[in-house]
């Protein structure tokens, strides 16, 4: 099944609770993989680490998964594998 975000729920420090196309609400807690993605000095995602950033993500209905406006985005199949 091709999993689709349909809606922010709710943003946290690092976390976003997301509804899926299944009905489902699943948190993804995005702090470990953005920690580890931004070791690099010139990493996009470091900025993702900066709470206030962090909470700018926006909804992509066109793609159906969430994005930032420095051009990070993922797959909304991934994203629901990485959620509880």
């Known amino acids: 099944m091709i999993h689709l975000v349909k809606n922010i729920e709710k943003i946290e420090p690092y976390s976003i609770s997301l509804l899926f196309n299944t009905g489902e609400i699943k948190t993804v ?8 993605w931004s070791v690099s000095a ?10 206030s950033y962090f909470s700018t993500v926006k909804l992509n209905l066109d793609l159906s998964t969430i994005y930032w406006d420095n051009g990070i985005d993922f ?5 629901y594998s990485w959620a509880e």
Do not use: A, R, Y
Not at 75 to 79: A, H, I, N, R, Y
């Open 42 to 51: 010139d990493s996009k995602f470091k900025k993702l680490l900066n709470p």
């Open 29 to 36: 807690d995005l702090s470990q993989k953005l920690t580890e």
């Open 75 to 79: 797959c909304p199949d991934m994203l």
